[in-house]
């Protein structure tokens, strides 16, 4: 992991320079440098082209999953999203700081272009251009699902997009514009579909989840589709991520007896780890969140965890996590900070999470909600029942899954959503397992955004709060400071 040489206060989380400023965050330079002449600085150089930094604070303070405990730790990157306010900070954890990650991971992957192209045929380069081009595409993506509305094929050509870079940067402050979501979606979908077939697992020996391998590109591919609602497509890379029809054998087993015999650190460094083949690619990012998701005063409370994990569900069985806490620190153990020291005997430095970008449970809901979408409904069910054979039990006693008392069929489908329309049926089975298993991952702002769920909040002094289908404040707001470049702000 690197140092970064700016102590930081964690009380304070006194961040600034460890990311470009804002005036500048679409003219990057790689922190590298040193001329990028050679297949290993450029291998080196892409280790740097994810965004490194955390969105989870904000799209979980603002989804559906958090609730006003009236007490814990008030940090603004949870309370504003909880409020649904603008978050008014620039350091880690919040919109502004993954904006400028992101831009910064886009400028290390063009300048990787820039040195391979300079290289000439060598085929040595190959797999690294498909790596450029595909964390390219996937930083664009992340951005414009955050800082522009959803993809819609009736408005994506008028809705205001992201700018899209794929230069580097000559000029210490340039001007961009916003181009629109469809362009911006059509930008994406070439560099994806141009770096897939270049890459090559070979490459990434030393540490494949942090990198774009065949299956984490594919995985990438079925969420970009499905935001596109292009159903075939996410299908089909779907397909490409479960190579033989193996996926037991690529999803947690969280009701095994092994996985709920471990300990809470235990179950911490487990789920992040490198080797779980349930992650498909990870990132490391400065972060607080592993530190305080539990304790916040904005994040899951008893009545959520009742109504998520207690009540009764389509499987008629029990799901089988661990949920450690009280009513002020309820959490799944998932993130272990790590904590880096300025110097070897600090006490100041920089925390780290380990963060999950694709797992093999999202590649597997994204085909289930594609085959519901087309009227594959036996072919949804079963990747319903394989996710339920490893997530439930049939009761804290009996602890194990019975595939004759808990296997999903279409009619206990329709009378437990209490509708004769089984796709919509299977989509809101597929939604509602999604929300349970990325709880505390900030996967679900993505479903809100797709499928235009209103979300309320109510705080503990009786106030309302209402995040409507329409509302402005579903989109993040562009930082301040990027006028300097041209953009314009998003409306409020």
């Given amino acids: 992991m690197k140092t970064i040489n700016k102590i930081i206060i964690p009380s304070a989380i006194l ?53 006003d405990k009236g007490a814990g730790t008030v940090e603004i990157v949870n309370s504003a999203p909880y409020r649904f306010e603008d978050v008014a900070d620039i350091n880690m954890d919040s919109p502004t700081y993954y904006w400028n990650a992101a831009y910064a991971a886009i400028a290390a992957a063009n300048h990787a272009l820039e040195a391979i192209e300079k290289a000439g045929d060598d085929p040595a380069y190959i797999p690294y251009k498909g790596e450029a081009l595909v964390a390219r595409a996937y930083a664009h993506f992340m951005l414009v699902n955050f800082f522009a509305q959803p993809y819609d094929a009736t408005n994506a050509a008028a809705n205001p997009g992201i700018p899209y870079v794929t230069e580097v940067g000559k000029v210490v402050i340039g001007k961009y514009e916003r181009s629109t979501v469809a362009e911006t979606y059509n930008k994406i979908e070439k560099d994806l579909l141009e770096g897939l077939p270049l890459l090559d697992n070979a490459a990434y020996k030393k540490a494949p989840k942090y990198h774009f391998t065949v299956a984490a590109a594919h995985a990438f591919a079925t969420r970009f589709y499905l935001f596109k609602k292009d159903y075939q497509k996410t299908i089909e890379h779907a397909n ?22 471990f300990q809470y650190y235990e179950l911490q460094a487990q789920y992040t780890r490198a080797d779980n083949p349930a992650n498909l690619l990870m990132a490391e990012a400065p972060s607080i969140w592993g530190r305080f998701y539990p304790v916040y005063r904005y994040s ?60 093999a449970e999202e590649v597997l809901f994204n085909r289930a909600e594609a085959y519901a979408e087309i009227a594959r409904f036996d072919d949804a069910i079963q990747d319903l029942n394989d996710f339920a054979s490893k997530r439930i039990i049939h009761s804290p006693s009996i602890p194990i899954y019975v595939p004759e008392l808990h296997s999903i069929t279409d009619r206990n489908l329709l009378e437990f959503y209490k509708t004769a329309d089984l796709k919509r049926a299977i989509v809101q089975c597929v939604l509602d397992f999604k929300r349970v298993d990325f709880i505390f991952e900030g996967q679900r702002w993505f479903d809100i955004i797709r499928h235009k769920l209103p979300v309320t909040h109510r705080t503990t002094d009786n106030e309302i709060l209402i995040l409507g289908v329409n509302d402005p404040m579903r989109v993040f707001q562009i930082p301040q400071e990027a006028q300097s470049s041209g953009l314009a702000l998003n409306p409020r």
Avoid at 44 to 59: C, D, H, M, R, V
Avoid at 240 to 261: C, H, K, P, T, W
Avoid at 339 to 357: D, K, S
Wanted: charged share 20%; proline share 4%.
């Fill in 15 to 67: 961040i600034l320079g460890l990311l470009p400023s804002c005036n500048k965050f679409l003219d990057v330079n790689p922190d590298m440098r040193t001329e990028i002449n050679s297949v290993e600085k450029v291998a080196e150089l892409l280790a740097t082209a994810y965004p490194q930094a955390n969105y989870i604070s904000f799209t979980e303070g603002m989804s559906d999953n958090a609730g």
């Fill in 240 to 261: 490409q991520v479960f190579v033989g029809g193996d996926i037991a054998s690529s999803l947690r087993a969280i009701n095994s007896e092994a996985y709920r015999s």
């Fill in 300 to 359: 899951l409370t008893t009545d959520i965890m009742n109504e998520l994990f207690t009540t009764s569900n389509v499987t008629d069985g029990s799901w089988a996590y661990n949920i450690y806490g009280r009513e002020t620190s309820l959490n799944i153990p998932k993130f272990r900070e790590h904590f880096v020291r300025q110097t070897l005997n600090a006490e100041t430095g920089t925390p780290f999470n380990m963060i999950p970008l694709f797992t």
